[in-house]
């Protein structure tokens, strides 16, 4: 979502206030603004409370990265590739959760990756993680003592993690340093650097534990060790019986349609804010770049941080100067679809992490038609090939036609893959990864602490990147709007009433 701060009307008459009650603005229409306005409406609905709301979003779709296409006539059926995430943990359960509140449950795919190898590449070569590696250590032994990919020493290093006696106090620290501490250099090099940064998208010696994977940083202090905690959980085993992975069977996108279809809000595409100011009444009169004005008793952040401190600049500046700090970056795929002889490799895993020190001008793969057999006709291999991360930045500024080259170069250099792809479809995303430096909690933590009454962010920038971490964000802001209103709403009304009556004309 851009800014742009137009030139206004000097007189641009704002939004009067409703006398039906409590008013909630949301601005961005991501997946984390969505669900804020499904819960906002859930939960009003449920206890009769008198609140409407307003969405908006600057652009002229629905659902912020995530986006789904369908490629036709290629391989004998239809093609389907996604412009954000292709799947959603179900260890986190709030997307799944929102799906079947949608009425979904016959479009969910399930996918159970612990059946899928990984790949790493080592010297040039295809190396496959340890079975039972568990992003950052062996869960089990003799597949991780077996494995070519550590060496004697960078294995002995690892066996003992256990002995390393754990870190007192809880301070943030970097993913990179807790790595190091534990595990050894080899271990951070080889696996826990191109799986777990890349998933952040972030330099490991910049990445804060804390705020991308805590689950790690509570097995130290729960266990003492990394490896003892996950042999701990191991056995407590999956109780559900839910595959960790699930998708929509038609793209991603189903889940924002569905949404946006059911919501029975105001809401506006094409509707950028660019000032949000105190109102007389202790309100906020929110202003939007065509010059309009509404009135809000609450309002929503649900944009990038950037956008946000744009937006809070001239009515909390303190707030926004913290929000400004929360930095982002770039990230780009490609997808390239193959006749599946002209890939000598038998693509018999999820794909490939790189890690930095390989010197490769890519950042890895996905096997899409291995991972999601259904997402592409039988004869085709549909390959998602990742770029821009820490290690390859530069590549977001070439062009189509030199980063096919490039790709192409890549592919043939690890998979053996000589032939032109049946077609090819890029995707970037230019700074809009947000950045979780060491300290990042502790700065959302300020942020939400300076922020007036009524204002609230929530998304991707503050406390989980991921679909089911942005929904249940979403679903928060909501709670605690509705929290903070209810001296607003239901015995509420009348005060508001008469307090609008007197307002002038």
């Not at 412009?83 to 359960?93: C, I, N, Q, V």
């Not at 595959?243 to 996108?253: K, V």
């Not at 100067?321 to 490799?345: E, F, Q, T, W």
Request: with cysteine; glycine share 12%; hydrophobic share 40%.
């Amino acid at each position: 979502m851009s800014i742009r701060r137009p030139a206004m009307p000097a007189q641009a008459e704002p939004e009067a206030p409703s006398k039906s009650g409590a008013h909630v603005v949301i601005v961005g229409g991501g997946i984390a603004g969505l669900s804020a306005a499904w819960y906002l409406q859930q939960e009003a609905t449920r206890q009769g409370l008198p609140v409407r709301y307003t969405l908006l979003e600057a652009s002229g779709r629905w659902g912020g990265k995530i986006h789904s296409e369908r490629i036709e006539g290629v391989g004998g059926g239809p093609t389907i590739i996604e412009a954000g995430p292709d799947s959603f943990l179900t260890r986190k359960p709030w997307a799944l959760a929102l799906a079947r509140e949608l009425g979904l449950d016959n479009h969910l795919q399930y996918l159970d990756a612990r059946g899928l190898r990984t790949y790493t590449l080592l010297r040039g070569k295809l190396v496959p993680l340890p079975v039972g590696w568990n992003l950052l250590a062996p869960a089990q032994w003799k597949p991780f003592l077996q494995s070519p990919l550590f060496s004697l020493r960078g294995k002995a290093r690892i066996c003992l993690e256990p002995l390393i006696p754990p870190r007192r106090g809880d301070t943030d620290e970097s993913l990179g340093q807790f790595v190091r501490r534990r595990l050894g250099a080899e271990a951070l090099d080889r696996v826990a650097e191109p799986l777990m940064a890349g998933v952040y998208n972030a330099p490991v010696d910049e990445q804060s534990l804390r705020a991308s994977f805590p689950q790690f940083a509570a097995l130290e202090r729960e266990h003492g060790s990394v490896i003892r905690g996950l042999r701990a959980t191991r056995k407590l085993g999956n109780s559900d019986g839910i595959p960790p992975f699930f998708m929509l069977d038609g793209g991603a996108e189903i889940l924002v349609q569905r949404l946006a279809a059911r919501l029975t809000g105001d809401l506006r595409l094409r509707s950028e804010v660019v000032d949000v100011s105190h109102a007389v009444d202790g309100a906020y009169d929110v202003r939007l770049g065509d010059g309009a004005q509404l009135h809000a008793d609450a309002i929503i952040l649900a944009c990038p941080a950037s956008v946000a401190a744009d937006i809070l600049q001239g009515s909390a500046t303190n707030a926004a100067d913290l929000l400004a700090g929360i930095g982002s970056s770039g990230i780009g795929s490609m997808y390239l679809g193959y006749r599946r002889g002209d890939v000598p490799h038998p693509l018999d895993g999820a794909g490939v992490v790189i890690p930095t020190s390989e010197r490769r001008r890519i950042d890895g793969m996905t096997w899409v038609s291995s991972k999601w057999p259904a997402r592409a006709p039988k004869d085709l291999a549909l390959l998602r090939v990742f770029f821009g991360g820490p290690a390859t930045r530069e590549t977001l500024d070439l062009d189509d036609a030199m980063l096919l080259a490039l790709v192409r170069g890549e592919l043939a250099a690890i998979l053996g893959v000589q032939a032109a792809p049946l077609f090819q479809r890029v995707f970037r995303v230019r700074d809009g990864y947000p950045r979780y430096t060491v300290g990042h909690l502790e700065r959302v933590e300020a942020i939400e602490r300076t922020l007036p009454a009524g204002l609230y962010v929530t998304g991707a920038s503050y406390r989980g990147v991921g679909v089911p971490d942005c929904v249940r964000q979403g679903q928060e802001a909501a709670k605690r709007v509705l929290a903070e209103l209810t001296p607003l709403t239901g015995a509420g009304v009348q005060a508001i009433t008469a307090r609008e009556q007197e307002r002038p004309a």
